[in-house]
């Protein structure tokens, strides 16, 4: 009969043999060889954006609504003091990071959430300095309005361009009406200076009825989006319903269709809108995906340590739970190769590290980020 002391010691062996095999390193095949995972920190619920320090380490958000350091050796800080206060039900919480362009002289760091307020919550945007651990001097500098008391379809994506102007992608939020109008917050991707002002290039500037901050409109839930290396343009994913992801290049004041038209149809597999795939004055995708893989981050890869990669474009798929490599022929989609099949985690962002790895979150209760590559 074993002591309770050696029955301890056992449980021990096994809680750190489990932690050390829940550490370890696994691998994948590819077209390009095998594919090795790392777990680099874990311990995150439901981990939702990625964004890297010019010194290495990692800024990474918490649905429920902490902003949380990590460092180059995988250590999480404690949660950042003054986030603000997010709406955290459904789909909501605290959602993308951002790190101004010229963090060096700023120390800006921008995040999306869902904001409570009056008739619900919506999409909004804020900055603050990140000083120690903690954001200090934080505005909101973008609101989506008018506010609803859905859970779902928040977005939300954060991208700077070139000039240094940010991208911010919405969500319908469960509105079918809103996304065709030009005086409403939701289904659209909208374009702000670095201070929330209206950029004076922007397609609806003066136009009566629209909000000058809308860039493109038209759409169901834009979760992914990333600025091409080369042509600096503005790249996106978004949801389909049943069917119907789409990856779309968004011109400015450009109609993507929701609901309008839509090679998806309802979870019911009933018709959506008009039951149309295409009409006059509304755009088709580039790429879409029926199933659906529901996309959520996205991220071109442009290293030089993986020159298999390069040029390539990483989906994350939150419902098939992998990763999806695009090889690209300017702004055509050549050809599709699933990675990480097996992996059985949900990828809710995708980024590329400095380090020339790709960095991943999963999207659960005792999220990882995890770092890929080629063996």
């Known amino acids: 009969m074993k002591t309770p002391l050696a029955l301890a010691l056992m449980l021990a062996v096994g809680a750190c043999a489990a932690q050390n095999s829940n550490?370890?390193?696994?691998?994948?095949?590819?077209?390009?060889?095998?594919?090795?995972?790392?777990?680099?920190?874990?311990?995150?619920?439901?981990?939702?954006?990625?964004?890297?320090?010019?010194?290495?380490?990692?800024?990474?958000?918490?649905?429920?609504?902490?902003?949380?350091?990590?460092?180059?050796?995988?250590?999480?800080?404690?949660?950042?003091?003054?986030?603000?206060?997010?709406?955290?039900?459904?789909?909501?919480?605290?959602?993308d990071v951002a790190v101004d362009p010229d963090f060096a002289s700023t120390s800006l760091v921008y995040l999306s959430y869902s904001e409570p307020g009056e008739g619900?919550?919506?999409?909004?945007?804020?900055?603050?300095?990140?000083?120690?651990?903690?954001?200090?001097?934080?505005?909101?500098?973008?609101?989506?309005?008018?506010?609803l008391e859905a859970g779902q379809h928040f977005g939300s994506r954060l991208v700077f361009d070139r000039e240094g102007r940010l991208y911010v992608t919405t969500g319908d939020r469960g509105n079918w009406d809103f996304p065709q109008a030009l005086d409403k917050g939701q289904g659209k991707i909208f374009r702000i200076e670095r201070d929330g002002a209206i950029p004076a290039d922007n397609p609806f500037?003066?136009?009566?009825?629209?909000?000058?901050?809308?860039?493109?409109?038209?759409?169901?839930?834009?979760?992914?989006?990333?600025?091409?290396?080369?042509?600096?343009?503005?790249?996106q994913t978004e949801h389909g319903a049943r069917g119907g992801d789409e990856l779309n290049i968004p011109?400015?004041?450009?109609?993507?269709?929701?609901?309008?038209?839509?090679?998806?149809?309802?979870?019911?597999?009933?018709?959506?809108?008009?039951?149309?795939?295409?009409?006059?004055?509304?755009?088709?995708?580039?790429?879409?995906w029926t199933p659906s893989i529901a996309p959520s981050g996205l991220a071109f890869y442009?290293?030089?340590?993986?020159?298999?990669?390069?040029?390539?474009?990483?989906?994350?798929?939150?419902?098939?739970?992998?990763?999806?490599?695009l090889e690209l022929d300017g702004e055509k989609v050549v050809a599709e190769e699933p990675l990480l099949v097996d992996l059985g985690e949900r990828i809710r962002d995708v980024r590329q590290g400095p380090?020339?790895?790709?960095?991943?979150?999963?999207?659960?209760?005792?999220?990882?980020?995890?770092?890929?590559?080629?063996?």
Do not use: C
């Open 23 to 95: 550490d370890a390193a696994r691998s994948f095949p590819s077209q390009h060889g095998q594919v090795q995972v790392q777990p680099v920190a874990g311990g995150l619920e439901h981990p939702w954006g990625l964004a890297f320090l010019p010194d290495g380490r990692m800024l990474v958000t918490e649905r429920p609504g902490r902003l949380r350091l990590v460092s180059t050796d995988g250590k999480l800080s404690g949660p950042l003091a003054g986030v603000p206060e997010v709406w955290a039900r459904g789909q909501g919480g605290l959602l």
């Open 120 to 147: 619900g919550s919506g999409t909004a945007v804020a900055r603050g300095k990140l000083v120690g651990e903690a954001l200090e001097d934080v505005q909101v500098i973008f609101r989506q309005l008018p506010k």
């Open 205 to 235: 500037v003066g136009r009566e009825g629209a909000d000058p901050a809308i860039w493109s409109y038209g759409h169901r839930n834009v979760q992914g989006a990333a600025l091409h290396p080369q042509t600096g343009k503005l790249w």
């Open 251 to 288: 011109d400015p004041g450009k109609n993507y269709g929701w609901p309008v038209i839509t090679l998806g149809v309802n979870y019911s597999g009933a018709p959506i809108g008009s039951g149309k795939k295409e009409m006059e004055g509304m755009e088709q995708p580039m790429h879409q």
């Open 302 to 325: 442009d290293h030089d340590r993986f020159p298999a990669w390069k040029g390539d474009l990483f989906v994350g798929a939150l419902a098939f739970q992998r990763v999806v490599r």
């Open 355 to 375: 380090d020339g790895y790709l960095y991943l979150l999963t999207d659960d209760a005792k999220g990882q980020i995890l770092r890929v590559g080629l063996e």
